[in-house]
């Protein structure tokens, strides 16, 4: 790619996994081994998991998988985020839906991250949310503790405005590598609201959560037509799908964006993996931001 890529601080691949529908895929173990063994051989050994993912469940489930080849460890980078407290049959102690972001509630979580992952350390830990009652001084500490025992190797955090960034950033000596926002042909609101201007100024890696909005792509005839034609049209030019040419707009920005798709369809998959090589031009970028906006620009 000719544009801007700031590759994680930790060699991750530009399009990551997430597992965030794993449960659902209704893989048995050797399957999901498979899939993983397959995304990385195409060239996508990151993967994006949570803490809360699936009831709880997705980070065993590819933990599992995972202990059945072992050697796999080593070729891939994982993330998984902490911070959301979500009541489940799965964690009886919890008792209401809401954030937590004390030094005790991140480490109990990377320590469950581990085990049920069955790793020692991970690639990258991410705050899931912002809380509205973020205490950067106590998140600051448990991460410098993650750092110091080796449990983390790197940081960063989810769905922040670029002042509640700063404000974790000022607590740490470490660099917060990533930002990871909703981003997509369908939501546009972090383009124009500073945060990928904030990443580019900091030299943070935007990743692109939902870069399909979480399906809605595949439905956009009857969600908005002038979007669904527009990128039709420029997907025709490049004799591509249009999941192809939705990453390759997401990456075409100079901020670097890395998106994390959601597929457990292995064909898709590898198919999304084909949109680095896809370059668009300034017109199909433009045709298709000025479809999505409904109006041309100013
Ligand atoms: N940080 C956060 O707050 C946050 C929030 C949400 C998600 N995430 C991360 O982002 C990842 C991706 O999110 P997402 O799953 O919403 O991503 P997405 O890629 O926008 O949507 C995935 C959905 O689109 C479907 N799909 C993909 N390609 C398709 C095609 N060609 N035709 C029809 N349907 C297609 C998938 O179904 P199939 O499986 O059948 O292909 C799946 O249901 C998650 O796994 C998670 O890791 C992070």
């Known amino acids: 790619m000719a544009h801007q890529y700031h590759p994680l601080g930790f060699e991750g691949s530009r399009i990551a996994q997430g597992y965030w529908r794993l449960a659902e895929w209704g893989m048995n173990d050797q399957e999901l081994l498979s ?26 489930l590819f933990g599992r998988a995972l202990a059945l080849k072992p050697s796999l460890r080593d070729k891939l980078q994982i993330i998984t985020k902490c911070g959301i407290k979500l009541p489940s049959k799965n964690r009886p102690e919890i008792t209401s839906h809401r954030y937590d972001q004390s030094v005790q509630h991140i480490l109990q979580s990377v320590d469950n991250s581990l085990q049920n992952l069955k790793v020692d350390h991970i690639e990258l830990l991410l705050l899931h949310r912002p809380s509205p009652l973020m205490d950067a001084d106590h998140i600051a500490e448990a991460f410098e503790h993650l750092h110091t025992i080796g449990k983390v190797r790197h940081f960063g955090v989810s769905n922040f405005n670029a002042q509640q960034f700063d404000l974790l950033q000022s607590r740490l000596e470490m660099p917060l590598l990533v930002n990871q926002v909703e981003l997509s042909p369908l939501e546009l609101k972090h383009f124009e609201d500073g945060t990928l201007e904030h990443a580019q100024q900091h030299a943070v890696t935007p990743m692109a959560w939902s870069p399909f909005a979480g399906g809605d792509m595949f439905r956009l005839e009857g969600i908005n037509p002038t979007l669904f034609k527009a990128l039709t049209e420029v997907s025709e030019a490049h004799n591509a799908s249009l999941d192809q040419i939705a990453l390759a707009w997401l990456m075409r920005h100079p901020s670097g964006i890395a998106p994390v798709i959601g597929s457990g369809s292995i064909e898709r998959v590898l198919s999304a993996q084909q949109a680095q090589s896809i370059e668009l031009s300034d017109d199909q970028w433009f045709a298709i931001w000025v479809a999505s906006k409904g109006h041309p620009v100013p």
């Open 35 to 60: 899939f993983i063994e397959q995304s990385i051989t195409a060239g996508i050994t990151t993967v994006d998991h949570a803490d809360i993912y699936g009831d709880y469940q997705c980070e065993s």
